[in-house]
C-alpha cells in the first residue's frame, strides 16, 4: 500500500491511552497457552486498555520460536478484531528478520509494528539509520521505534531519531529511558508534532503526560489495566491531582514489578488473578518468594 506523508500519519488508527506491553501466557510444559492469552486480552479490553502489544520484552520475545512469534500476533490480532489497535513487537537484532516479521504482521492485519534496537551487535549511529531504514523500505505499517537501553545496551541518540522521524511511516517512539526532557527537547530541535511519544516506564508514566506523551505501553497494565487507563484519562482531563492520586496508588506495584527481571514479577502477579500460569522459558525463572511477599502487598485492593 501507497505509504502516507508524515502530515497524515495521524489518519492510521489512534496511538494513544494506557496500552499493554501483553504477557504471553505458557503451559506448565512451556508452550504457548492461546486459551489464557484470550482471556488476558479480553481482561484488558474491558479493562480500558486502548491498544495492545504482543511480542515485547514483557511477552518473552528473546525465548520464542519463529512459529509461537507468529502464532502470538496472530492470535492477538484474530481476538481483537478491530477493537482496539495492535502493535506488534517485530524488532529484531537481525534486520532481515525484523523485515520479515514485520511484513507477516503487515499480512495478519496488525496496525503497527514496534521496533526494538538491535542488541548485542552495537551498531553505529549510521548502523542505526540504515536498520531502521531497511526495515521502513520493505515493509508497509506505521512503525515504532523502542528505546529501552537498559535491556539492550544501547540507547537511541535524539539525532538518530530526529532522522528517522523524517520516513513517512515512522509513526513514534515507546521511550523507556525515563528521559522527562526528551519530548520538549526533541520538539524544540524540530521533530514533527504527529510523532507520537509512548511512555515504555509505567513509574514515569504521568509526568510523561505531562511533557506530551499521547499514551503509554504499559506492563502494569496487564494487571491492573483500569487503574492505568484512570491515570490517562484523569491526565488528558487536566485533573491532575486526581491522576497523582491514581498514580500514588500504583507505584508500589510499579516499583514491585521490576523487583526482578521482567516479566518473571508481572507473570506471578498475573498469576494469582487467574490470568496466567506462572510459568517463563529458561533463562528466565520464576521470582523468588520475597519478591512474590512484595507483590502480594502492593497488588492489595487493586483493580
Known amino acids: 500500500m501507497p505509504s502516507p506523508h508524515p502530515s497524515d500519519i495521524n489518519s492510521t488508527p489512534s496511538f494513544s491511552g494506557s496500552m499493554a506491553a501483553l504477557l504471553t501466557p505458557m503451559t506448565p510444559q ?9 482471556h488476558l486480552i479480553e481482561y484488558q479490553i474491558a479493562g480500558g486498555t486502548r491498544g495492545l502489544v504482543p511480542c515485547g520484552t514483557t511477552g518473552e520475545s528473546a525465548t520464542l520460536s519463529l512459529d509461537d512469534h ?13 477493537r482496539c489497535p495492535v502493535i506488534a513487537g517485530t524488532g529484531s537484532n537481525n534486520t532481515t528478520e525484523a523485515i520479515e516479521l514485520t511484513q507477516a504482521a503487515a499480512a495478519m492485519g496488525a496496525d503497527a509494528a514496534l521496533l526494538i534496537t538491535p542488541y548485542y551487535n552495537k551498531p553505529t549511529k ?26 539492550t545496551g544501547l540507547a537511541l541518540p535524539d539525532d538518530v531519531i530526529l532522522a ?8 513514534g517512539i515507546k521511550d ?38 499521547a499514551g503509554s505501553i504499559s506492563v502494569t497494565a496487564n494487571v491492573a489495566p483500569k487503574r492505568c487507563a484512570d491515570v490517562y484519562a484523569l491526565a488528558m482531563q487536566g485533573q491532575w491531582d486526581q491522576a497523582r492520586a491514581v498514580q500514588q496508588t500504583l507505584m508500589p506495584l510499579h516499583d514491585a514489578l521490576f523487583y526482578e527481571t521482567s516479566p518473571g514479577p ?12 506462572n ?25
Open 30 to 38: 512451556g508452550d504457548l497457552d492461546l486459551a489464557a492469552f484470550s
Open 70 to 82: 507468529l502464532a502470538v500476533m496472530k492470535h492477538c490480532i484474530d481476538t481483537v478484531k478491530g
Open 126 to 151: 549510521a548502523g542505526l539509520l540504515a536498520h531502521f531504514q531497511a526495515i521502513h523500505d520493505a515493509t508497509s505499517l506505521p512503525l515504532f521505534l523502542y528505546d529501552v537501553p537498559g535491556r
Open 164 to 171: 528517522l522521524a523524517a520516513l513517512p511511516r515512522m509513526a
Open 176 to 213: 523507556a529511558t525515563g528521559d522527562m526532557g526528551r519530548i520538549l527537547r526533541l520538539r524544540a530541535r524540530g521533530l514533527r508534532e504527529n510523532f507520537v511519544f509512548l511512555s515504555g516506564d509505567d513509574a514515569s508514566a504521568l509526568a510523561f503526560y505531562a511533557m506530551g506523551a
Open 266 to 277: 508481572v507473570k506471578y502477579a498475573a498469576s494469582r488473578l487467574g490470568l496466567c500460569q
Open 279 to 303: 510459568v517463563l522459558r529458561l533463562p528466565l525463572v520464576p521470582v523468588t518468594k520475597g519478591t512474590e511477599e512484595t507483590l502480594t502487598h502492593a497488588m492489595r485492593g487493586l483493580s
